[in-house]
């Protein structure tokens, strides 16, 4: 056995089409939600071994993020400033149909050579889905859309003609030309409750999930697994990180502190009333932010417990230790992107290509 690609751990980032970045605090951020930054930002990206871009799918204010552009579109334009990178563009069920997302995402797939994947998200923001005149579905509920809608994605992207009876959705003999292009868009999903682990075990490419520590992803991972296994179907796993990666270990920590002491505690405090809420909707009473302190949740999806706070060596150790317990690919946000993005693909990603060629050599 040698060494190969397919081994390799992927890196994603977070694009910020979101106002404010990844954190709710106002330490300063030389991070701009603007056309103009992201497209730079996914040059750079590409440039430092980036393999995606995941674009975020937020239809009103709240909690910092005071504007938002719209993930399809925005996503269009990172793959036409770019050449090799794949960008993941969100989409929620409820506003999008499958019909239509179908074929937006099918003509985007032609344009780009393929490079266009998706990011099914359930939904959390109960003020979000009231703003816009849509239904409040129950967890599980929004959970078995989510599936429908994925069901259909694939369905018409692959089949001559398409005929499902959901209880979300109808096709009858429905035929999309042209089919996207070769390879397919991968299917993402983001979310870490019973329903989200049993969704993504029969239906998704990958399975998107909250930052955490290795022991923790692994319980997640044999789950998933465990069941993708039982029904025929196979996943992999991303795993997001807020990176704070510093020549010393005290000058990262020192970041995180600042972070943590400028937080907005208001707007902490009621983006995690409405996480927490919409995660205890599900029968379980759990979901991706069930044990988020308010340190946590600080960063939307839980990057500090990942804990890739350090040197380069340190991050890369931790990145590799993630790998082993199951993630196929690392997602990243950084408070200011464009010069951290460069840093991570000079310092921290030829660490682990290194340890992780030294692990499969190990094993021989
Ligand atoms: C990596 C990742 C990206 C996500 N992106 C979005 C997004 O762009 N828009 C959104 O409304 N929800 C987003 N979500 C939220 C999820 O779709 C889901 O609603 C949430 O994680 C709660 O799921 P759970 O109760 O199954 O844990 C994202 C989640 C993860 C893990």
Known sequence: ???TERDA??????????????VISDIEQRTNHSAEYNRKLAQIA??????????????TAGYGADEQHESVSFSHDLLAATTTLKVIAALLPGPWNPALAAKQIATISYLTNGRVAVNIVSGWFRGEFHAIGEHWLDHDERYRRSEEFIRALRGIWTEASFTFRGDFYRFNDYSLKPKPATPLPEIFQGGSSRAARDMASRVSDWYFTNGNTPAEIARQVDDIQEKARANGHSVRVGVNAFAI????????????AEIISKANPEAVNAFGHEVKNAGKASPEGEGNWAKSSFDDLVQYNDGFRSNLIGTPLQVAERIVALKHAGADLILLGFLHFQEEVEYFGRRVIPLVRELEEAKVLAAE
């Open 1 to 3: 056995m040698s060494y």
């Open 9 to 22: 751990v992927k890196f994603a980032y977070w694009v910020p089409n979101v106002s404010g970045g990844l």
């Open 46 to 59: 590409e440039k430092a071994g980036f393999d995606y871009a995941l674009s975020q799918i937020r239809f």
């Open 245 to 256: 990666v510093r020549e010393t270990e005290e000058e990262a920590r020192s970041v995180l």
